[in-house]
């Protein structure tokens, strides 16, 4: 008799324990929150082979475009398909830039810029200009600084085709 | 150890076992799924009022910049602190698609808002955002009130704007002066974004150069220069009837 009820009393706390972890630890747990720290869109794989290969190598990739503020349009468009490598990447703000604005330009992580970011004497676009590359995936990582010091990125990029 | 103690004591230890875990449980929810006033959305920058901001009159507008392209199905919701709707209007996106307005009804009074948001991207995701900002019109006494007059001129000097805060009647044009040999800048909040009030934004503004806008709709501009925020270089306006 004894022994029936310390077993049974046994399999009672077990049984407990079980759904407390269940409860605790279970399905359902870890996603309470995820609506507000998920990131809404794919992440980039800039840095994945994608470079100076062979057209049945090569996979244009999608990029985001994260805008700075004033940011109103560049050349190359983000995700543009070009046939051949533009000479320089332009980019337009609508707001005063200021000095410590750059442009770097990369392909698999190795820069691709050809000399200093030049700001325009009306102070609404910088320029670079680039190395030419076929069958590459460039990304354009760029800072936009404003006339008080305070500096903001913004990225995109485009492809050239083999 | 007899049966009858042997019962009570496994009796006790199961009780002790339940209460633990369901107040450890509780505990747990309490702390990590506690709401707050104070939700960044991915992409989200910065907003118009900020968070927890006060002001002294109702902002004319809510509008909040993000680093990313917005697309439809992005929405703000304004409540008061009794529940009621306080914005109004077509949801707005401009500014490159990264900012997001909505006008507010007229006559808000003084209280506590809370802004929820949802901001939703070109892959057809959504998220949602909220912060508050509260009206408290007693500081409006610091404002100087410069009612009645058509048009009111602002000089740039010192570093400030002169006068700093004032009060202006619907329909007033201000012109801002550039009195000293340092270039300034009026731009409407927020820094460095500038969409609260776009007719508010200049470009750099040299010696002696002007740069006017006229004020229609009643509420409170809050501007900076751009080239000396660190300088405190701010000025308010609030329109008022």
């Known amino acids: 008799m004894n022994r029936n009820l310390l077993a049974v009393a046994g399999i009672v706390i077990l049984v407990i324990i ?47 475009n994260i805008k700075s503020p004033h940011f109103v349009s560049s050349t190359p468009l983000n995700n543009d398909q070009l046939s051949s490598t533009p000479t320089k990447v332009e980019i337009n703000f609508n707001f005063d830039l200021a000095e410590g604005s750059e442009i770097s330009v990369t392909l698999n992580g190795n820069e ?3 000399g200093p970011t030049t700001i325009a004497s009306d102070n609404l676009s910088m320029s670079a200009p680039i190395k030419a590359a076929l069958g590459a995936n460039y990304k354009v990582q760029y800072t936009a600084c404003w006339p008080d010091g305070s500096c903001h990125d913004g990225s995109f990029g485009f492809s050239v085709s083999p | 150890m007899k049966k009858p103690q ?10 002790v076992i339940f209460i633990s875990f369901f107040i450890f449980n509780n505990f747990k929810k309490d702390t990590s ?21 006060i002001y002294v009159a109702q902002p004319v507008n809510i509008t909040i910049n993000f680093d990313f392209d917005l697309a439809t199905g992005s929405e703000i919701f304004v409540v008061d602190d009794q529940g009621q709707q306080a914005a109004t209007g077509d949801i707005k996106i401009e500014d490159s698609n990264t900012a997001l307005k909505k006008d507010l009804t007229g006559q808000l009074s003084d209280g506590k808002y809370k802004v929820m948001y949802k901001a939703c991207w070109p892959d057809g995701s959504c998220h949602d955002g ?7 019109s007693k500081k409006i006494s610091e404002y100087l009130d410069m009612r ?10 010192g ?43 200049s470009r750099e503004l040299k010696l002696g150069d002007i740069f006017e806008t006229v004020f229609e709709k009643p ?17 308010a306006i609030v329109v008022a009837n």
């Not at chain 1, 399905?27 to 470079?51: E, F, I, R, V, Y």
């Not at chain 2, 009645?148 to 000097?157: A, D, F, I, L, S």
């Not at chain 2, 012109?175 to 007719?199: A, K």
């Open chain 2, 219 to 235: 509420g409170q501009y809050n501007y900076h220069c751009s080239a000396h925020v660190p300088e405190g270089m701010l000025g």
């Open chain 1, 18 to 64: 079980a759904g407390a972890i269940y409860l605790l630890y279970g399905p359902g747990k870890t996603g309470t929150q995820l609506n507000q720290t998920a990131t809404s869109t794919q992440d980039l794989t800039s840095d994945q082979q994608a470079g100076g290969t062979t057209s049945a190598q090569f996979e244009q990739e999608n990029f985001q």
């Open chain 2, 6 to 15: 042997i019962l009570n004591l496994l009796l006790l230890i199961i009780v």
């Open chain 2, 148 to 157: 009645g007059r058509g048009e009111v001129t602002v000089k740039m000097t």
């Open chain 2, 159 to 201: 570093l400030k704007y002169e006068p700093e805060k004032i009060i202006i009647s619907p329909e007033t044009k201000i012109v801002w002066e550039n009195l000293e040999d340092i270039g300034h800048f009026v731009n409407t909040e927020t820094h460095p974004e500038h969409t609260y009030f776009p007719s508010q934004n």
């Open chain 2, 33 to 53: 799924l506690a709401p707050s006033s104070f939700v960044k959305t991915p992409h989200f920058l910065d907003s118009t009022p900020m968070h927890d901001e």
């Open chain 2, 130 to 136: 909220s912060f508050e900002f509260s009206i408290d």
């Open chain 1, 112 to 114: 691709q810029t050809a």
